[in-house]
């Protein structure tokens, strides 16, 4: 029922997007980032200082740089309601991660291509 919904949701809304999963995990010893479209992907570990929050973010942004189309819109699916929830409330104030995050959505934006995150 599930994946029923989530396709028919695909299809109608997004029938046109290219679709990129992103995500990120943190453990004492690691952080780590990974993003995937159909058969490319990504995956790195970065300095373990930063929060599950900046890996998350840092995720969508590495998937825009890696597996972006160029002429297509995006679908980026995060599990990352932090990051969703600080793009909603942006301002002066947001980390820079999220505001090099939202650099990279009005650059496509700038060239009529979209992206949208769920």
Same mark, same amino acid.
Do not use: W
């Given at each position: 029922?599930?994946?029923?919904? !989530?396709?028919? *949701?695909?299809?109608?809304?997004?029938?046109?997007?290219?679709?990129?999963? *992103?995500?990120?995990?943190?453990? =004492?010893?690691? *952080? /780590?980032?990974?993003?995937?479209?159909?058969?490319?992907?990504? /995956? !790195?570990?970065? =300095?373990?200082?930063? /929060?599950?929050? *900046?890996?998350?973010?840092?995720?969508?942004?590495?998937?825009?740089?890696?597996?972006? $189309? %160029?002429?297509?819109?995006?679908?980026?699916?995060?599990?990352?309601?932090? $990051?969703?929830?600080?793009?909603?409330?942006? /301002?002066?104030?947001? %980390?820079?991660?999220?505001?090099?995050?939202? =650099?990279?959505?009005?650059?496509?934006?700038? !060239?009529?291509?979209?992206?949208?995150? $769920?």
């Amino acid at each position: 029922m599930i994946k029923a919904f !989530f396709e028919e *949701t695909i299809s109608g809304e997004f029938q046109d997007y290219f679709i990129i999963a *992103t995500d990120a995990s943190k453990s =004492h010893i690691y *952080t /780590s980032i990974a993003g995937t479209l159909n058969l490319r992907s990504f /995956s !790195f570990r970065i =300095h373990p200082i930063n /929060s599950i929050f *900046t890996a998350e973010a840092l995720a969508i942004c590495q998937a825009i740089d890696d597996l972006s $189309v %160029p002429d297509s819109d995006l679908l980026i699916l995060t599990d990352s309601s932090s $990051v969703l929830q600080a793009l909603k409330n942006l /301002s002066i104030k947001s %980390p820079k991660v999220i505001l090099r995050l939202v =650099h990279k959505i009005l650059m496509r934006a700038k !060239f009529n291509k979209k992206i949208a995150l $769920v």
